[in-house]
């Protein structure tokens, strides 16, 4: 089971590059997620999307746009780049559960973003 | 905004040492999550805590939830250098329709020496 996938793993950016950061989860889930991680903090959520068509803000959603057209993919787009948003991001899926008991979550490998 | 703040935030033992990391908040939880990361990869899953004074163990790591679903304890016997990596809690929320969105704590990083 290959589970979520991100690609790439590493990229470089110049400030004000646009790119796209690629998820897919084989694993059916409905809910999918994009967490950044800058060092020594923990995860912040940037999006999420409770199914397909359906997306919504995190806690810091600026500078991102995401869109969820399949149940599968869920990718995150930078459009101008700036060193604030160099980090390491993270997507992740997980089943609904109810009365907010948190399924748990299942991450990918995450993708190592530079921008300078 | 719910907050989890987790202690120690960088913790060095040598092997056979205990240790016990702390996640705690102001708000109360559903439910709490405990995932270990290690580098280049992303976290997962260690357990999951529901009911307030819950008790789990997972080999020689012990999990516990506060009785007023406030805070968490891991606690882990005569450590060893697999168990090196970065530990996060994460909690959710009670409102329901959240999009069953987790908070994370700032993660504690635990080094184990042999």
């Known amino acids: 089971n290959a589970g979520v996938t991100q690609t790439p793993k590493f990229r470089i950016l110049k400030i004000g590059q646009s790119m796209t950061l690629q998820c897919t989860q084989d694993m059916n889930h409905n809910y999918m997620y994009w967490y950044r991680q800058d060092p020594g903090m923990g995860l912040k959520l940037i999006y999420y999307s409770v199914g397909a068509g359906i997306t919504d803000k995190g806690e810091v959603p600026n500078g991102y746009n995401v869109s969820r057209s399949t149940t599968e993919d869920f990718p995150l787009r930078l459009e101008l780049a700036a060193p604030s948003q160099t980090s390491v991001y993270f997507c992740?899926?997980?089943?609904?559960?109810?009365?907010?008991?948190?399924?748990?979550?299942?991450f990918g490998n995450g993708t190592r973003l530079t921008v300078t | 905004t719910q907050l989890l703040e987790q202690s120690p935030q960088f913790l060095s033992i040598q092997e056979g040492e205990n240790l016990t990391v702390y996640c705690n908040s102001s708000s109360v939880f559903s439910s709490l999550q405990w995932y270990r990361q290690e580098p280049g990869e992303g976290p997962v899953l260690l357990v999951t805590v529901v009911t307030g004074g819950e008790v789990k163990k997972l080999k020689r790591l012990t999990f516990q939830f506060g009785d007023a679903r406030k805070d968490s304890s891991l606690h882990i016997t005569a450590a060893q250098p697999g168990d090196t990596g970065l530990y996060l809690c994460a909690g959710s929320p009670r409102v329901i329709n959240a999009g069953n969105m987790l908070t994370f704590g700032g993660g504690t990083r635990l080094m184990v020496k042999p």
């Open positions: 992740a899926s997980s089943y609904p559960t109810g009365g907010g008991l948190g399924s748990p979550l299942h």
